[in-house]
């Protein structure tokens, strides 16, 4: 597609359990994101990745989260043991160039944790 | 980081009018700053950036200004339509970072433009 596919559009658990959530960056895009959208804390970055350098995962707010990109495309974000306040829309976004702020995003994944 | 409250602050203007969305950064380290418009139900998408060696910058019915001295960013829609109406955010990064592309979001801002 010419965009940045995110999937599932929305994902409803029960606190405790994990979850995926699946990024298709646009192709020959070299950098991925992930963001969180929440009400409480606005945008937020999480991970970064760049081509085949470790990524950046300083905005990771636990070790429950992790994040992989596989052959430099596809990005699973992964949540283990959800909790209630990590409902949130979480966004990716992918770059032709890591020396650029400018994004191209996915609609996202309205996560809601019951 | 800034957090954002329920209430975000709020623009409504008659369409053609101007205006004028602004934004208040943090750091003074950072030398990229960049405006984003999100529609409902959609990610944020690309308006218009500045890098901090200038201090103005104009693109199509946009123009972003830069005052670095008090630390104050903003956005200018001329001929506002309709379709402007959405969520609009700063976003700030610096060079020392991994990337620019790793950006600190403000609060947004909710236009909104009646016919």
């Known amino acids: 597609g010419a965009g940045v596919s995110q999937s599932p559009s929305n994902k409803v658990t029960e606190k405790g359990k994990d979850v995926e959530l699946r990024c298709d960056p646009i192709?020959?895009?070299?950098?991925l994101y992930w963001y969180r959208q929440s009400l409480g804390q606005g945008l937020e970055f999480l991970i970064y990745?760049?081509?085949?350098?470790?990524?950046?995962k300083s905005g990771l707010p636990s070790d429950r989260f992790s994040a992989e990109r596989t052959g430099g495309s596809v990005s699973t974000l992964t949540i283990q043991r959800t909790q209630q306040e990590d409902s949130a829309v979480y966004l990716c976004?992918?770059?032709?160039?890591?020396?650029?702020?400018?994004?191209?995003f996915g609609s996202g994944t309205q996560l809601s944790v019951l | 980081g800034e957090s954002v409250g329920l209430h975000l602050p709020t623009l409504s203007v008659q369409e053609g009018d101007n205006s004028i969305i602004n934004c208040a950064y943090s750091?003074?380290?950072?030398?990229?700053f960049i405006w984003y418009k999100q529609e409902s139900g959609k990610g944020p998408q690309f308006i218009i950036d500045?890098?901090?060696?200038?201090d103005k910058r104009q693109g199509q019915r946009v123009t972003v200004l830069l005052n670095k001295t008090v630390k104050h960013l903003s956005l200018q829609i001329a001929a506002t339509q309709p379709g402007d109406s959405a969520v609009y955010f700063c976003?700030?990064?610096?060079?020392?970072?991994?990337?620019?592309?790793?950006?600190?979001f403000g609060q947004g801002t909710i236009l909104t433009v009646h016919p």
């Open positions: 976004a992918s770059s032709f160039l890591s020396e650029s702020g400018i994004l191209f």
């Open positions: 192709s020959g895009h070299t950098a």
């Open positions: 990745f760049q081509g085949n350098s470790a990524p950046d």
């Open positions: 750091n003074s380290a950072s030398d990229y």
């Open positions: 500045i890098r901090s060696n200038m």
């Open positions: 976003a700030e990064a610096n060079a020392g970072g991994t990337s620019y592309g790793k950006l600190t």
